[in-house]
C-alpha cells in the first residue's frame, strides 16, 4: 500500500513568486493535515480537510496560502505571493478516522524563500 | 488549549545506555498523547500512543511511555540504546475539544554514540 506522497520534495524560489506543492494521502483515507515546520522548531498544525471540505483552518498564517481538496483526493497548498519567513518544511498527513489522532505522514516538502 | 514541550533539543547517550526523553503537556480534555519518530530523509512514523487505560504504554523497537495525570508528563524511554534509534523524537497531545488537532513539540533530536 503506497503511504502518503509529496510534490516536489524540495523547492527553491525567489521572494514575490508563487510554489504549489502537492500532496497525495493514503487511499481511502478521508482526512488530510497540513503542517508546517519552521527552523527546527515545533510542527504546527495548518488545516484539515475531511474529504473536500476544510475542517479546520485555524491555523493557516494568512491569505497569501490557499489550500485545496478536489474532489477529496490530493490537496495542494499554494503560497502566493511567497515571502522569507514561509520557508520551512511542510508535511501533509492523512488519517482515517478523525478523532484517533494517529496521523499517517509523508516525508515533507522543504520550500527555501531566497 | 493544547501545548507540549519538549525539554532538550538534544540528547546524546551511549549505545545500550538508558534513553530518557521528556515531554510535559498542556491539555484542557482528557488528552491523547502521542511520540512520533523522524529517521533522515522519511515522514513521521508513530511510536506509540496513550488514549485511555493503562498509563504505560509500549511501542515499536522497545520504546515505552509513561502517562503521567498529576506531572502532566509523557516521558519516552527504551532501557538501551541501539545505533538505529538515532533520529528526531516528537511528542503530541491532541484531544476532543469539539474537533480534533494534533499540536506537536519542538523535537529532540537523539544522537547514539558508539
Known amino acids: 500500500e503506497a503511504g502518503v506522497t509529496q510534490f516536489p520534495s524540495h523547492s527553491v524560489i525567489e521572494k514575490g513568486q508563487t510554489v504549489t506543492l502537492r500532496c497525495d494521502p493514503i487511499?481511502?483515507?478521508?482526512?488530510l493535515y497540513w503542517y508546517r515546520r519552521v527552523m527546527g522548531k515545533e510542527i504546527k498544525f495548518l488545516l484539515h480537510?475531511?474529504?473536500?471540505?476544510?475542517?479546520?483552518e485555524s491555523g493557516m498564517p494568512n491569505n497569501r496560502f490557499l489550500a485545496e481538496r478536489t474532489g477529496g483526493t490530493y490537496s495542494t497548498l499554494k503560497v502566493q505571493p511567497a515571502e522569507l519567513e514561509d520557508s520551512g518544511v511542510y508535511f501533509c498527513?492523512?488519517?482515517?478516522?478523525?478523532?484517533?489522532?494517529?496521523?499517517?505522514f509523508g516525508e515533507g516538502s522543504r520550500l527555501t524563500v531566497l | 488549549a493544547q501545548s507540549v514541550t519538549q525539554l532538550g533539543s538534544h540528547v546524546s547517550v551511549s549505545e545500550g545506555a538508558l534513553v530518557l526523553l521528556r515531554c510535559n503537556y498542556s491539555s484542557s480534555v482528557p488528552p491523547y498523547l502521542f511520540w512520533y519518530v523522524q529517521y533522515p530523509n522519511q515522514g513521521l512514523q508513530l511510536l506509540l500512543k496513550?488514549?485511555?487505560?493503562?498509563?504505560l504504554v509500549k511501542g515499536i523497537n522497545g520504546f515505552e511511555a509513561e502517562f503521567k495525570k498529576s506531572e502532566t508528563s509523557f516521558h519516552l524511554t527504551k532501557p538501551s540504546a541501539h545505533m538505529s534509534d538515532a533520529a528526531e523524537y516528537f511528542c503530541a497531545v491532541g484531544g476532543n475539544t469539539g474537533g480534533f488537532k494534533t499540536i506537536f513539540g519542538a523535537g529532540t533530536r537523539l544522537f547514539v554514540k558508539a
Open positions: 496513550y488514549t485511555t487505560g493503562a498509563t
Open positions: 480537510f475531511v474529504k473536500e471540505s476544510k475542517q479546520d
Open positions: 498527513a492523512s488519517s482515517p478516522n478523525w478523532n484517533t489522532g494517529e496521523l499517517f
Open positions: 487511499s481511502g483515507h478521508d482526512n
